[in-house]
Structures are given as structure tokens and as C-alpha cells.
T-cell receptor, first 113, second 116 residues
Framework: AQKITQTQPGMFVQEKEAVTLDCTYDTSDQSYGLFWYKQPSSGEMIFLIYQGSYDEQNATEGRYSLNFQKARKSANLVISASQLGDSAMYFCAVYSSASKIIFGSGTRLSIRP | GAGVSQTPSNKVTEKGKYVELRCDPISGHTALYWYRQSLGQGPEFLIYFQGTGAADDSGLPNDRFFAVRPEGSVSTLKIQRTERGDSAVYLC??????????????FGPGTRLTVL
């Protein structure tokens, strides 16, 4: 069975600082994908970044980067130069050929001005 | 282009009633997913369609829940004899299904269902 663990229910960060949101996963599949989604108070899930299990380099998308440590089964999201608009819930998810996508319980990020 | 749309945005119903929730995926997306999100939790998978057929319905909680996608585009999630525990936000997502593990899903705004 797949499992995603996000150990930080809430985080407060000063504007313009970098922030790391933790995510560990458990899967027995060799091939899988890892995703991060942002969910603002409006409720819509916004795709941020994807990392494939066979990708050798960490994924980056603008201010978002994924710190992928395969041996540790860790896929932390790093947001550089945080902005007030980054305040939202953040969900990590794993998707494999043997399973549907499984989401973690989320981390609520609050950016202080 | 247009994203995933869901209607209604809010639905309030009484216990025991029947409800239908609609999802209109991104044009050209062959895969469609339904999720349920309870307060303070991540989305929970319900059902996945590839084209018109339900490829995986293992997440449906019981036989009161049913979903269709008759023409391979719009999908309707149907809940019979609603219970208060069905109250949640129901999210729909679609994807191109170009690959399995690289399949990025794009979500709609959700339907907030409240069962009184």
C-alpha cells in the first residue's frame, strides 16, 4: 500500500525567506511519481511540481524545487523567496502504476509580512 | 484554455435525499478522477475513468455512490440516500493519461456538499 506522511501540520515563515515542507512516502513500486499541490482558501488544488522516481535531477519550477532523496523516500518541497500569496495548504502525493494517487494530510503554510 | 469545471459549487441537501454532482474535464483529457476531501484532510480517491469506463472504483465507500461518464467527457457523481457523513468537498480532476506515473492531474474547484 502507498502512504504519504507530512509531519508539519502548520508552519509560519517570514516573507522573502525560503521554506521547506517535508514529505516522506512509502511505496513498494519501482516506478512512481511524486507531486506537490497547493490549495489556497478558495479550495482549488493547484499543481506545482512533479518528480519521477527515475529522474536523476531534482525537479524545479520557478520558485519551487523538490528535494528528492530516493533512498530516504523523501520528497521535500522548497519554496524560495516566499510571498504572501504562498499562504495555503500544501499536499504531497504519490502515484504509481499499481495504485491510485495517494495524498498526505497536508501542511498549512502561513507567510508573515 | 478552460480548466476543469464543477457544478454546483455548493449543494445543501437533507438526509436521505439524492444528489448529483457534475464535472466537465479539460477538453482532450481522457482520464477523469473523483475525490472526496473532508475538513482538514487530503483528498481521498473515489473513482477513476479512462474514457467511458470506470477503470478503478475501489475508493467508492459503499453502493450509495455511483458515477458515470457516458460519452467520455462530462462525468456525474451520484449519491443516493445521503447521510450527514457524506458532507465534504467533492473534487474532480482530469489528465491526458499520456503515461502512468507521469500523469499530472488538474483539479476543478470542487463541490461543497452539506447534508443536514
Amino acid at each position: 500500500a502507498q502512504k504519504i506522511t507530512q509531519t508539519q501540520p502548520g508552519m509560519f515563515v517570514q516573507e522573502k525567506e525560503a521554506v521547506t515542507l517535508d514529505c516522506t512516502y512509502d511505496t513498494s513500486d519501482q516506478s512512481y511519481g511524486l507531486f506537490w499541490y497547493k490549495q489556497p482558501s478558495s479550495g482549488e488544488m493547484i499543481f506545482l511540481i512533479y518528480q519521477g522516481s527515475y529522474d536523476e535531477q531534482n525537479a524545479t519550477e520557478g520558485r519551487y524545487s523538490l528535494n528528492f532523496q530516493k533512498a530516504r523516500k523523501s520528497a521535500n518541497l522548497v519554496i524560495s523567496a516566499s510571498q504572501l500569496g504562498d499562504s495555503a495548504m500544501y499536499f504531497c502525493a504519490v502515484y504509481s502504476s499499481a495504485s491510485k494517487i495517494i495524498f498526505g494530510s497536508g501542511t498549512r503554510l502561513s507567510i508573515r509580512p | 484554455g478552460a480548466g476543469v469545471s464543477q457544478t454546483p459549487s455548493n449543494k445543501v441537501t437533507e438526509k436521505g435525499k439524492y444528489v448529483e454532482l457534475r464535472c466537465d474535464p479539460i477538453s482532450g483529457h481522457t482520464a477523469l478522477y473523483w475525490y472526496r476531501q473532508s475538513l482538514g484532510q487530503g483528498p481521498e480517491f473515489l473513482i477513476y475513468f479512462q474514457g467511458t469506463g470506470a477503470a478503478d472504483d475501489s475508493g467508492l465507500p459503499n453502493d450509495r455512490f455511483f458515477a458515470v461518464r457516458p460519452e467520455g467527457s462530462v462525468s456525474t457523481l451520484k449519491i443516493q440516500r445521503t447521510e450527514r457523513g457524506d458532507s465534504a468537498v467533492y473534487l474532480c480532476a482530469s489528465s491526458l493519461r499520456k503515461g502512468v506515473v507521469t500523469d499530472t492531474q488538474y483539479f476543478g474547484p470542487g463541490t461543497r456538499l452539506t447534508v443536514l
